[in-house]
């Protein structure tokens, strides 16, 4: 064989090498990734301790700070909308100075957006409350319409401790459970900071949020992941100000009441 027949058998060989290995690649199956389910990123241990916040004395009742943006003084829910896609009026219930979730009704959020800010917020579980884990009281509070801090009956309710009451929902457990008796208002002051973004919609800062329940800190400058997510890990979605979001919980227990919101702009 001359040196010019061998050359080009051995390019053709190292060709169909290639040509091999190309089709190999192609035909080779990788695992597919197992589909979330609820149970995949929720976690029951350890459980936050009990600390009994100090007692309301009479209703409990404070009245706004002067500079305070009122969401609800217990007339009328003419700050809020339904957060339904169609839109219209906040339909939930206003009975003696609170409003009450219409399960019916869906989630109702701010008609004005917000960034960072300090929030007031009350809320009661009903006296009569039934049910068990996240079915017991379950509502929340979107802020700007991504990131829900949990509002939830967890006296003497255990649920997966990231999905309990003052959690990041479904990511940062509270430090302790700070919980009232059912029949009881609970406060939340929540301090949020909006993330800002970079170009290509990472977080440059994510949002971070401080919790404080009936005067007892649950998060404390807690960094959120992204999104909080029923199935699935938290996404990132770029996003600006956005109006706090109330959920309407599609679980049959007793639906919950609020009062006394007012929100200041940070
Ligand atoms: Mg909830």
């Known amino acids: 064989m001359n040196k010019k027949n061998l050359i080009g058998k051995v390019l053709f060989v190292a060709l169909w090498g290639v040509i091999c290995l190309n089709a190999y690649a192609q035909e080779k199956e990788y695992p597919q990734q197992e589909r979330m389910k609820p149970g995949m990123s929720e976690y029951w241990t350890p459980q936050p301790s009990i600390v009994t916040p100090g007692a309301c004395q009479g209703d409990g009742l404070v009245s706004p700070p002067s500079d305070a943006i009122i969401l609800f003084d217990g007339t009328d829910l003419s700050a809020w909308e339904s957060a339904r896609k169609e839109g219209g009026p906040a339909r939930w219930t206003i009975a003696d100075g609170i409003f009450t979730v219409d399960k019916k009704a869906g989630d109702i959020q701010t008609k004005q957006k917000f960034e960072s800010y300090q929030l007031h917020l009350e809320w009661r579980i009903p006296e009569n409350i039934t049910g068990t ?3 017991r009281g379950n509502s929340g509070i979107f802020m700007q319409g991504k990131y829900e801090i949990q509002i939830l009956d967890c006296y003497n309710n255990e649920t997966y401790v990231n999905g309990q009451t003052g959690s990041v929902y479904n990511q940062t457990p509270p430090l302790v459970n700070a919980m009232r008796k059912p029949g009881e208002w609970n406060v939340y002051d929540i301090i949020y900071a909006a993330p800002v973004f ?9 949002p971070t949020v401080t919790v404080i329940h009936n005067g007892i800190v649950l998060q404390n400058h807690t960094a959120i992941l992204g999104t909080t997510e029923y199935i699935g890990f938290p996404q990132i979605q770029p996003h600006g100000a956005g109006p706090i979001v109330l959920q309407s919980h599609g679980d049959p227990s007793e639906p919950i009441s609020f009062r006394n919101i007012w929100i200041r702009e940070l």
Do not use: E, F, L, V
């Open 133 to 135: 884990s996240q079915g």
């Open 198 to 206: 970079t170009a290509d919609g990472a977080y440059r800062y994510p």
